[in-house]
Each structure stands twice: as structure tokens, then as C-alpha cells.
């Protein structure tokens, strides 16, 4: 090789050398700016890491605090729901000691009747007399203190009997009755009249339909000439017996005295009504009999039958019913009638009550 062949190599060489040189040079560079850019994105992608981090926690705060809201929320309605609830009748009562079993029927009652209880403090027998028949508010500490004494007898005997005084002895504390009732008037052993009552407008009745000296209230008599001819065309004579429509209260002393006299105080009381007990001094009260047969008991004529299933559409109650007599206060008086309008006779005909037990619920029980 000559020297310049060998320079011209040289040449050659340190040029290649030098581009070699270069050439790594900017691969250096390039690999470098990949570098810093894997760098550049390892960094974006920590970040992009934290990031996702940082929102997962923010999503589980939230959710955290969604549910403790909930919690929160269903408690403040359960504690609404609870504070209402107390305020209710239901609860009241459970919390009176009454069972739900008895709150049920309780819940239906008048309103009136609820407010009482909640006001009383619980009783086991409280809610069996308020609904027993007839029960009256007013009268509940006289039943409570009957039951005491009677505790087998049913709570709507116990009703109807203080309702009609019978939680006292026949004619102790009794009061004069009150006249203005008219044919209403109560006439027994607690409810007097005085001793110079006389009804203003007596008249005799027709002898057509009565035996000798019979007078009654217009009102009455004209209601039982309808019912004698009504009675008629069924074919059954009814008339007033002798003596046995209005009646004095000198005259009914008489009478009860020869009882008294004749049989004793108890006896005369259960079939005679003392002076200003009776019911025939009010003059609208009469015997009747069937004029074809007087000779069987009235009871068992087909008169009675007439009358127990009519007399009530002319205004006339049966006054003293067979099994009443606890209540009224007289043996059973199959034809005593008393007149008291077609509209409270026709009521104590379907409620099948006594004229005491009428009077007591619907007439001073209405008044308060
Ligand atoms: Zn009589």
C-alpha cells in the first residue's frame, strides 16, 4: 500500500471514526429523550395513580356518609313514627294495661266513650260496661261498686239495675217525679207523686168499654177506645176493669193499708204500690180485662195475646212484665197498661225493656 493510499485511509478512517462518533452521539441523545420520555409518562402515570387513589377514597367517603345519612334519617323517622305513636288512643290504652284484644273494641267506641276511658284509670271492668247495653257515663262508680258487692251478677243486669236505682232499697231517697213529662211521668218506688195530684183533664170512661167508675187523662182514653174497637173487630172485648184506671191517693193508701193489714208490709208491697207510688194516680194507667173471660187469668186469654202484641200501636205499655218485677218493683201485672204515646210505647215494644229502663236511658239520660 503507498503512504498515500495509507493517508488517504487514514482520512478515511478518523472521518468514519468521527461519524461513528456522531452517530452514537445522537442515538445517545435520541435513547436519552425516550427515556425522559418513559420517565415523563411513568411520572404521569403515578400521578394518574394518585389520582384514582385519591377519587377512590373520596368515593368511599361519600358512600360512608351516604350511609350514615340513611342511618340517621330512618332513626329520625322512627323516632317521629314513635313520638306520634304515643299520642295515639291505641297506645294509650295498651299503656292503661287494656289488651290489644280489648283496645280493638275499644277503638270502636263513641268518641265520647274512648275519652272516658283515657281519662280513667284502668279497671278490668271498665270496658265491659261501657259496653253493656244502656250504659250511662255518669252511672259507672254506682256499677263498679255494685260489681264489688255482686261480682257474679252480669255486667248488663248490673247496668239496667243502677240505672233504674235498684243499688238502693225500694223507696229510700225517693224524689217527686216531674209532673211536666206529662204521659211520660215516671210513677214507681223511687219516683213519687204528691199526695194531691189529680190529672187536670179526667174523664169516665164510656161504659162500653169499662166496668163501673173507670176515669183516664182524654188522652189515654181516647187512645183506648181506639184500641177496645180495634180489639173488637179481632174479635176480642177488652174493658177497663172496675175502679182500676185513675186512682186517688187517699184511695190507693187504702188499699195498700188493708194489705198491709191483711198480709204484712212485705206482701203489700210487692202487690200494691204505697200512696204516690202508684201508677194509676197519674191517669194514664188502667187494669184490662177480656169481658168474655174473666174468669180464667188474663194471661191466658187471647186478649192478653192481642194486647202484648198491639197495644204499643195505641200507646199503651204492658207497665209491670212478668220477670221484671226486680225493676219495676211489682209482681208481674199481666193487664195493667199504661199509656205513654205511640211513639216511646212502640220503642219499649221493640227494645223489649221495662218502662224504668226506658225512662232512665232515653228520657233523664237524654238530659244532662
Ligand atoms: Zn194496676
Not at 377519587?55 to 323516632?79: A, T
Not at 218506688?189 to 195530684?197: D, E, I
Not at 169481658?291 to 188474663?298: A, P, R
Request: hydrophobic fraction near 35%.
Amino acid at each position: 500500500m503507498s503512504e498515500d493510499n495509507r493517508n488517504v485511509t487514514e482520512t478515511e478512517n478518523s472521518e468514519s471514526k468521527k461519524s461513528v462518533k456522531e452517530m452514537l452521539g445522537s442515538a445517545k441523545e435520541k435513547a436519552d429523550a425516550v427515556k425522559d420520555k418513559a420517565n415523563t409518562a411513568k411520572k404521569k402515570a403515578i400521578m394518574i395513580g394518585r389520582l384514582i387513589k385519591k377519587n377512590r377514597r373520596v368515593q368511599i367517603f361519600l358512600v360512608v356518609v351516604l350511609i350514615l345519612l340513611i342511618v340517621l334519617l330512618s332513626l329520625v323517622v322512627k323516632g317521629v313514627k314513635t313520638i306520634k305513636y304515643h299520642g295515639t288512643e291505641e297506645y294509650k290504652l295498651l299503656s292503661k294495661g287494656y289488651t290489644e284484644d280489648e283496645v280493638k273494641v275499644i277503638l270502636t267506641m263513641t268518641d265520647e266513650q274512648k275519652r272516658f276511658l283515657l281519662s280513667h284509670e284502668y279497671n278490668e271492668s271498665l270496658d265491659d260496661f261501657v259496653r253493656a247495653p244502656y250504659f250511662m257515663l255518669s252511672k259507672l262508680d254506682s256499677y263498679l261498686t255494685y260489681k264489688k258487692a255482686y261480682p257474679t251478677t252480669p255486667y248488663s243486669t248490673i247496668v239496667a239495675y243502677v240505672n233504674t236505682n235498684r243499688d238502693r232499697e225500694f223507696y229510700v231517697d225517693t224524689v217527686e217525679t216531674d209532673v211536666s213529662k206529662g204521659e211520660l211521668m215516671m210513677v214507681n218506688k223511687y219516683y213519687l207523686l204528691p199526695a194531691s195530684y189529680e190529672p187536670a183533664d179526667l174523664q169516665s170512661v164510656p161504659a162500653t168499654y169499662a166496668y163501673d167508675g173507670v176515669k183516664l187523662s182524654k188522652i189515654a182514653l181516647d187512645a183506648f177506645v181506639n184500641l177496645c174497637v180495634d180489639a173488637k173487630k179481632a174479635g176480642y172485648t177488652i174493658v177497663a176493669s172496675g175502679r182500676n184506671g185513675y186512682r186517688t191517693n187517699e184511695k190507693q193508701s187504702e188499699l195498700w193499708n188493708d194489705w198491709k193489714d191483711e198480709k204484712g208490709i212485705d206482701y203489700a208491697d210487692q202487690v200494691a204500690a204505697r200512696p204516690g207510688a202508684s201508677d194509676h194516680q197519674t191517669g194514664f194507667a188502667l187494669n184490662v180485662v177480656d169481658f168474655d173471660d174473666n174468669l180464667t187469668s188474663f194471661d191466658k186469654t187471647g186478649a192478653y195475646k192481642w194486647m202484648k202484641a198491639h197495644a204499643h200501636e195505641y200507646g199503651f205499655i204492658q207497665r209491670y212484665p212478668n220477670g221484671k218485677s226486680e225493676i219495676t218493683g211489682f209482681a208481674f201485672e199481666p193487664g195493667h197498661y199504661r199509656y205513654v204515646g205511640v211513639e216511646v210505647a212502640t220503642a219499649i215494644h221493640e227494645l223489649d225493656i221495662t218502662f224504668e229502663e226506658y225512662y232512665a236511658f232515653y228520657i233523664e239520660g237524654a238530659i244532662k
